[in-house]
């Protein structure tokens, strides 16, 4: 189902989208401070697939529509940069990182670190996945044999950190106390960004304030373990097959120069922002989702009872777990990534539109993703939308959880295959069930995680090989 192309009416003069005239001076400011979600879904509702609106003096243009995302994301690419209020502040903490860097540096960067996400690095990472979801798993059984709760969605925030420290540095870290350390720094290290982002007269990190303070020390918390990390690498040497192996070995092909130490602290702190959330919230939802559906869930266990006849999954049989991909893609489309921003370095035209150099743009995974023109009962759970069939005739950007274009996600694969063998490996031994009444609400940030965790009974399924 696609929609027709939204395009301004003709006419002489500039052509401005349409969209809410806010408040004198501060614009839409405090609608967008209350509820940005709300108030996204609301204008575009109300004003179409380009609203245009604007935010204590600056221009926004909100897109969504799949042929605007693919002008601005891919077509179009080279004029829309990260300078803008959600991505500006993250650089205090991720440097000129993949995420945060800009222009010809940031290709650079790419092409240098793109051999380390190759398809066959990835799945020898794989590997060890399946291992590490089961030495978790087995802490779970008092819990199952006493009907004693857990909160899901701080176990896979575990398991997702485990994975990517354990991808990044294979043994490196000292132990589960580090990688628990990591996860804490970077919890006070974005919710700083992210405040700061919101208040952008906030004291500057040297000022001793107690959020400053915080900040500082998981600052100095992160850098002292990525440091001493890469100073054991250096003085070491070899190929310990990770992520950190590939980036020290990357030389660029003119200079034939390797990343200097504090660029490789920016892209493994990037790394680590990128592994650590995204992952765990997508099985996390899937477990809530599951839950709900118990229909979905008996199709899921059929399909792993009939390709793994109860072993544990491995790489190789990933691309036979077709309904259990179809589960996730489904998961990301209801839970992605909440929104992403551009800034139009220059003058552009998006839809027949004018969009002056400056101007913000703001791109909704999670607006576009339910879409009523493009998805049926966009709010239903229903994998059966990931079909090879059904995804056939779908604009590239009515899907888009790992962005496009040159900034597509590089850990996409990875991803993908992580939270396909967790997945499978839990699902197969385990059925999770919401504790009722525990309240779940999505807190959107960065990423959508449940705000209040998820709270819920394990049953055995059956004991695996
Ligand atoms: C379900 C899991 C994931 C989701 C939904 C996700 C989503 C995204 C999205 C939407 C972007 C584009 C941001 C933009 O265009 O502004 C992105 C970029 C990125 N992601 Fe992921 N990501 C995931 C997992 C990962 C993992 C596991 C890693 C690292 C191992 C990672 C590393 C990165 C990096 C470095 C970028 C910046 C790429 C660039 O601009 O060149 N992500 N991700």
Known sequence: MASVTPTAPAGAGPRLAPGPR???????????????????????????????????????????????????????S????????????????????????????????????????????????????????????DTWQPHAERGEPLDVAAEMVNLSMNVATKSLFSTGLRGDDEVAAISRYLDTIVNYCLYRATVPLAPPPRVPTRRNRAFNEAMSGLNGIIYRILHERRRDGGDSH????????????????????????????????????????????????????????????????????????????????????????????????????????????????????????????????????????PERFDPERFTPERSAGRPRFAYFPFGGGPRLCIGNRLAELEAQLTLATIAQRYRLRMVPDHPVEPKMMITTSPRYGLKMTVEPRRSTA
């Open 22 to 76: 806010g408040r004198f001076l501060v614009g839409s400011l405090f609608d967008l401070r209350r509820d940005l979600i709300g108030f996204l879904s609301g204008v575009s509702r109300e004003y179409g697939d380009i609203v245009r609106f604007t935010v204590a003096g600056f221009t926004v243009h909100l897109i969504n529509h799949p042929d605007h995302l693919r002008h601005v994301l891919q077509v179009n």
């Open 242 to 377: 990770d992520l950190l192996s590939m980036l020290l070995a990357a030389r660029d092909e003119e200079t034939g120069e390797g990343m200097p130490d504090k660029q490789l602290r920016d892209e493994i702190a990037t790394l680590l922002l990128g592994g650590y959330e995204t992952t765990s919230n997508q099985l996390s939802w899937a477990w809530y989702e599951l839950s709900r559906n118990p229909e979905i869930e008996a199709r899921l266990h059929d399909e792993l009872d009939r390709v793994l006849g109860g072993r544990l999954p491995t790489v190789a049989d990933v691309p036979q777990l077709e309904y259990t991909r179809m589960v996730l893609e489904e998961t990301l489309r209801l839970y992605p990534v909440p929104w992403l921003e551009r800034r139009a370095a220059g003058p552009d035209r998006i839809g027949g539109y004018d969009v002056k150099a400056g101007s913000l743009i703001y791109i909704s995974p999670y607006l576009t993703h339910r879409h009523p023109d493009l998805w049926e009962e």
């Open 78 to 137: 080279r004029n829309y940069d990260k300078q803008s209020f959600e991505y500006k502040p993250l650089k205090l903490a991720f440097g000129e990182g993949l995420f945060t860097s800009d222009g010809d540096f940031w290709r650079r960067q790419r092409r240098l670190m793109q051999p380390a996400f190759h398809r066959q690095r990835i799945q020898q990472l794989g590997e060890g996945i399946v291992q590490d979801v089961v030495d978790r798993v």
